[in-house]
């Protein structure tokens, strides 16, 4: 039986460490059975981040960008490049991230176990290696969209994979059918978080979104932004209303309620919903809440955990 073919593929800009950290994890992952090539985006990058990995990484494919691809246009070049070499998989990652040995072996299993599945990693945080990390959100239109669990451990997730709303785009192992049935990612509504709009996609068109709970992937905490309210009036105006880009501008959110959503009714009612649940909140001198209301997942999701 020949090796199964995976291309895994990541757009960077500007993190030289985090990208070399990366690669120097993935050099240690299991490849039995598999034949892995990587293919890194460099979308612009001024801090000598493609000259490193020529130097650390050869085998490693470098993508030159211009600097204005960002997340979604970066991943889709890299998909593209990555569906010339013909593999069986993509995976699709990104640079803040650490992997587990056996995190690859453990992904393709349960894609080849369960045809026609998408399949997503138990992300982990680095800083606090129990705690699970944006896996397995729910959507709740009159919460105000997405909400997130704050409280899941390695040991609340179910044991076995479990099918899911939404996986988000910091590792996903896409069979090369996904790409020939849906195409990319949609880069002109949504230049970050275009896998926000391109899972929930693929899920419609018939294919199911599962967890590997044995793939451990440990991710960066999350970037904590400048808060809007303390920007300058033009700092502002900018943000919010020109910087399409920008995941805070109000134009690229509302793309992404309407294509992340169920359906686009309920994205267009939890856009609403969010906003005034944010002017309550500042009313009463609080924040947005964005929990779920926790339950161990295990529990949660008892009756999504697939059948062998």
């Given at each position: ?74 991943t889709n070049l890299g998909i593209e490049t990555a569906l010339k070499r013909q593999p069986d998989y993509v995976l699709g990652i990104n640079d ?213």
């Amino acid at each position: 039986m020949r090796n199964k073919k995976v291309e895994i593929t990541m757009p960077v800009h500007n993190r030289r460490q985090l990208t070399l950290q990366c690669l120097k994890s993935l050099a240690r992952i299991d490849r039995t059975g598999l034949d892995v090539h990587i293919i890194v985006v460099d979308d612009g990058s001024t801090d000598g981040t493609s000259e490193a990995i020529r130097e650390n990484f050869p085998e490693v494919e470098i993508v030159q960008g211009d600097g204005n691809l960002w997340y979604t246009a970066g991943t889709n070049l890299g998909i593209e490049t990555a569906l010339k070499r013909q593999p069986d998989y993509v995976l699709g990652i990104n640079d803040d991230s650490i992997f587990d040995e056996n995190f690859l072996q453990r992904m393709v299993e349960c894609a080849e176990k369960y045809p026609r599945s998408v399949i997503g990693a138990l992300l982990l945080l680095w800083d606090a290696p129990h705690r699970v990390f944006q896996v397995s959100p729910k959507w709740n239109v009159w919460r105000g969209g997405w909400r997130y669990w704050e409280e899941q451990t390695v040991w609340t997730v179910p044991a076995k994979p479990w099918s899911v709303e939404m996986i988000v785009g910091n590792c996903i192992l896409y069979p090369v059918q996904v790409f020939e049935e849906n195409g990319l990612m949609d880069a002109s509504k949504l230049a970050q978080y275009g896998d926000a709009e391109f899972v929930p996609r693929i899920k419609r068109n018939g294919w199911r979104l599962l967890v590997e709970p044995r793939a451990k992937v440990f991710c960066q905490p999350n970037y904590e932004p400048k808060k809007v309210l303390k920007l300058s009036l033009p700092e502002k105006m900018n943000l919010l209303f020109y910087d399409k880009k920008n995941a805070h501008n109000l134009i690229h959110r509302f793309h992404f309620y309407l294509a992340s959503a169920p359906t686009k009714t309920q994205g267009f009612a939890a856009y609403w919903i969010f906003y005034l649940r944010w002017i309550e909140q500042k009313i009463k001198g609080g924040s947005v809440d964005t929990k779920t209301g926790e339950k161990n997942l295990a529990e949660t999701f008892a009756n999504s955990v697939v059948k062998d």
